[in-house]
């Protein structure tokens, strides 16, 4: 059964940027060492301000943006390492993987994916958490697809 078919556990609306970031930060306690978020929604769907929020909530203050020159970012000094990609920027699943995906996912931190859908073998079956952003009239609705263990 696709994902799509499945019924959501839990939909909320954020009505502006900061309300998104608000959202995820308080997620962010629920994060552990190994976890993969794998993040889906159109073109400025809020994918970025969603793993802003969880950023923020594991300590990194400084500014967040997504990958541009290199396929994956990645960030320290906070509760946990993490990596931070976006897969819009990827030609292929092997590209992705030459950044040393799999190494990431074992350094045991947080992997945070935008344009999951694109590469979706790539994500380990146990320990993915997916979310979907989408855009609404009035902000943007989290939805969330499968839940913290
Ligand atoms: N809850 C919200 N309500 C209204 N606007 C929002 C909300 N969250 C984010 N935005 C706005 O949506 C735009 C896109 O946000 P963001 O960059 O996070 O999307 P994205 O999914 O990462 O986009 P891309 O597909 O380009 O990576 C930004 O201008 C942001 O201010
Ligand atoms: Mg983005």
Same mark, same amino acid.
């Given at each position: 059964?696709?994902? +799509?078919? +499945?019924?959501? &556990?839990?939909?909320?609306?954020?009505?502006?940027?900061? %309300?998104? #970031? +608000?959202?995820?930060?308080?997620?962010?306690?629920? &994060? *552990?060492? $190994?976890?993969?978020?794998?993040?889906?929604?159109?073109?400025?769907?809020?994918?970025?301000?969603? %793993?802003?929020?969880? &950023?923020? $909530? /594991?300590?990194? @203050?400084?500014?967040?943006?997504?990958? *541009?020159?290199? /396929?994956?970012? @990645?960030?320290?000094?906070?509760?946990?390492?993490?990596?931070?990609?976006?897969?819009?920027?990827?030609?292929?699943?092997?590209?992705?993987?030459?950044?040393? !995906?799999?190494?990431?996912?074992?350094?045991?931190?947080?992997?945070?994916?935008? !344009? %999951?859908? /694109?590469?979706?073998?790539?994500?380990?079956?146990?320990?993915? #958490?997916?979310?979907?952003?989408?855009?609404?009239?009035?902000?943007?609705?989290?939805?969330? !697809?499968? %839940?913290?263990?």
């Amino acid at each position: 059964m696709s994902k +799509q078919e +499945q019924k959501p &556990l839990n939909r909320t609306l954020t009505r502006s940027p900061e %309300a998104l #970031i +608000q959202f995820s930060k308080e997620l962010a306690s629920k &994060l *552990t060492p $190994g976890v993969v978020i794998a993040l889906k929604g159109e073109l400025g769907a809020g994918k970025t301000h969603f %793993a802003k929020g969880l &950023l923020k $909530g /594991l300590g990194y @203050e400084g500014d967040v943006t997504s990958p *541009t020159f290199t /396929l994956v970012n @990645e960030y320290h000094g906070g509760e946990l390492p993490v990596f931070h990609y976006d897969f819009y920027r990827s030609e292929s699943m092997e590209e992705v993987e030459e950044t040393g !995906w799999d190494d990431f996912l074992e350094r045991k931190g947080v992997t945070i994916v935008e !344009w %999951a859908d /694109l590469f979706p073998r790539l994500f380990p079956e146990v320990g993915t #958490i997916y979310f979907e952003l989408r855009h609404h009239p009035e902000g943007r609705e989290v939805i969330e !697809w499968s %839940a913290f263990s």
